[in-house]
């Protein structure tokens, strides 16, 4: 009878025992199962990656001064200059010419937001672009303007007068609308242009002319690299988020903003990398020219870059560049008569580009 009793005892004991295993084996499973549906809710929320390498801190970009750069800089000496300005005077439509150069310099005065002739702009003025209202040497100046015109344009693919080349500016530089190619204001901006080409050999484009040329780097412009330069020599004069500075009496700008919605818009000629560097190049930062250049080419590409890669106005382009094929190397929008991507026309290589576009050209 003991020993009944003792062995029932031991199978109580050892069917306790596999309970307890039994027990703890669901214990782990049920573990396992729950961290199996958390690590499934992070990845389906984006939280935790498995195939995720890990992360490595982003180094920024360290400015590092540029050593001297010689290889755009402008050797001809004989470059065409603007006339003398006081000149005017003698003239027999003075009047109407300096009204003009007081529009070009003081454009917003008379249609920006607040202007006294009508309201029809962002509130920069045409010398924001066209340097010493349109008279600096390789600063975007007006020298070769009336010499050219009329002329065939492939953006309008049509043959455009100056009215035209003004009101153009208006639409996309200074994103706003033209005024009426008769009133005084278009006739006074005309004859101004007009006569700062005086002088000037017709149908040529003359030394020092507009923008200069840069040549085409080896590798794409860079967005990020133009910021670190911006917020070392640009910042200071056009502000961190690109915003300018007014001037004291509010109408216009000292310095124009470079993005945003009162900067230019995505039409403008300087939305073009090649137009912005070579722009920036002989111009910038404050106090550079052709004789005192302050940036290297590199820079100049990549602060073209950062600026045109923020967010500004946007303007119905559709009818531009009719013909395709005529479209330039950095035009950002397709399509294309090429391979190439816009995003490969926006930043470059535009080297490239530029050498599949002689080949379709021999054809």
């Not at 062995?7 to 309970?19: A, I, Q, R």
């Not at 794409?220 to 690299?225: F, G, R, S, T």
């Amino acid at each position: 009878m003991c020993r009944v009793k003792i062995m029932s005892e031991e199978n109580e004991n050892n069917k306790t025992s596999e309970e307890r295993y039994i027990e703890i084996i669901q214990r782990l499973v049920k573990t396992v199962v729950v961290l199996l549906l958390i690590i499934i809710a992070l990845v389906a929320l984006n939280i935790y990656d498995l195939t995720a390498p890990p992360k490595k801190k982003k180094t920024p970009i360290e400015y590092v001064p540029p050593k001297a750069d010689t290889s755009s800089v402008i050797i001809d000496s004989t470059h065409a200059n603007a006339p003398d300005t006081s000149l005017i005077k003698i003239e027999k439509n003075a009047e109407l010419i300096s009204y003009g150069r007081e529009l070009i310099a003081h454009t917003s005065d008379y249609f920006g937001p607040k202007g006294k002739a009508a309201k029809l702009s962002n509130g920069m003025n045409c010398q924001n672009c066209h340097l010493d209202a349109g008279t600096k040497p390789f600063g975007n100046n007006y020298l070769a303007v009336a010499p050219t015109y009329p002329k065939f344009r492939e953006r309008s693919g049509s043959i455009e007068n100056i009215f035209k080349r003004v009101s153009d500016c208006f639409e996309r530089s200074l994103n706003g609308t033209a005024p009426d190619t008769n009133s005084k204001e278009m006739l006074a901006i005309k004859e101004y242009i007009s006569w700062l080409g005086k002088g000037m050999p017709k149908g040529k484009k003359s030394s020092g002319s507009g923008i200069v040329d840069l040549k085409f780097m080896d590798r794409a412009a860079d967005p990020e690299k133009g910021k670190t330069v911006y917020m070392v020599r640009c910042k200071t004069c056009h502000g961190e988020n690109g915003e300018g500075k007014m001037n004291d009496n509010g109408l216009s700008y000292q310095y124009p903003p470079l993005w945003g919605q009162h900067s230019y818009n995505n039409g403008a000629g300087l939305y073009r990398l090649s137009r912005f560097a070579g722009y920036v190049k002989y111009n910038m930062p404050q106090n550079a020219s052709y004789k005192n250049i302050q940036l290297s080419d590199e820079e100049a590409w990549d602060i073209a870059a950062f600026v045109n890669s923020q967010p500004r106005p946007e303007k119905d382009l559709s009818k531009d560049w009719p013909n395709i094929e005529g479209k330039p190397v950095d035009h950002p929008f397709g399509p294309y008569a090429d391979k190439f991507t816009e995003l490969e026309h926006k930043y470059g290589p535009f080297g490239q580009i530029a050498e599949e576009k002689k080949k379709m050209k021999k054809k």
